[in-house]
Every structure is written in C-alpha cells, then in structure tokens.
C-alpha cells in the first residue's frame, strides 16, 4: 500500500474510532444523567404491567408502587382475583400479603429472586448497578437509552430510559440467556 494510501487508511480509522467514542460517551453521560436523578429522589411511583415467565407458566400483574426513601409498597391491581395484594419493601425485605394473610411468591431464579422482588433490585440497579453495556435505540416509538446492568454470573436486567424524560420505560431480567421478567412502566413519577 502506497504511503499516502496508508495515511488516509489510518485517518479514516481514527476518525472512526473517534466517532464510536463520541457516541458511547453520549449515552454514558444519558446514563449518568438518568442515575442522578433515581438516585437523587425521595419518592418514586409508577404504575406496571408485568409479566413473570416461569417457562411452562406464564403470569400477568398490573401493579402500582410507590416508595419514599429504602420503603416501599407495590399494590396489585390486575388480575382481579388477586387485586388489593399488596408488597412492602424495607430493611432490605420483602413481604407480600394479602389481608392479614403472608404469601410466598416463588424464585423465578435461583437465589431468591422472585417477580415482586424484581422492583427493588430494579430501582437499586439504576442507581448502583454494573453497567455493561449502553446504546441508543427506540421502544415504543420513543427515543431511548438501554442499559444493561450485571445482576449475576447468570443474570441481566436490561431497562429502557426515555431520552425525553430520563425515566425508565420498559425493563427485562434476562437469566442465561432467556427473559423471565419484562415490566412496562406508566405515568412514572420522581420526587
């Protein structure tokens, strides 16, 4: 390859290269942002649509959380035979009941994570995961940064946060290679 040949070849490459950083920092610092705010806020609420994969079962629950500070309660508002249930986060446990009545949820995957657990491992993931990976892309139409955190050797949560609002839109928990929980978020709210 003639020099002047090998010169533009190398300045192509790091142009490239250069360009590849800049979009990785771009969404690194959509990240940074993101974490700030969660970690940042003294309450959070939403409402969620999740659905636990169990590989020959499948379950779907409407929810609606709210927390302020290391508490807090995720009521289940569909289906409606379980309506009312409700789940209450603090000192780092988690306890569902339904009236009076505790009720063990079952692990989804080993370890103990179990679908009603999946919202404090979320939220602290957000703020103080390992993340490895960050790239833009849309869901639902809209702009967003994915992020996928290291839960485990064997556990991944990917989460979707707009790009407009910083706050998170979707979320999956993939365990060896297979999705076990996906959660959609709406009307989002930080305080």
Known sequence: MRPARLLSFFL???LALTACSC????????????RAELGAASSLRFTADIRADYGE?????TVDYASSGEAGTLTVTAPEV?????VRYADGGTTLAVGDVE???GEILPGGLSPVDAVPVMT????QGLVTETVRERYAGERCIAALF????DTNLRTWF???TSLPAAAEFIFDGHTVVTVRFYNVEVG
């Not at 979009?23 to 993101?34: F, H, M, N, P, Q």
């Not at 379980?82 to 409700?86: P, S």
């Not at 290291?150 to 050797?153: E, L």
């Open 124 to 127: 602290n993931a957000w703020t």
């Open 82 to 86: 379980i309506a009312g249930a409700q």
């Open 12 to 14: 192509a490459l790091f």
């Open 103 to 105: 009720v063990y949820t």
């Open 23 to 34: 979009g990785k920092a771009g969404t690194e610092d959509a990240l940074d942002r993101v």
């Open 162 to 164: 707009t790009e407009q």
């Open 57 to 61: 079962r499948v379950f779907d629950f």
């Open 150 to 153: 290291r839960i485990d050797d």
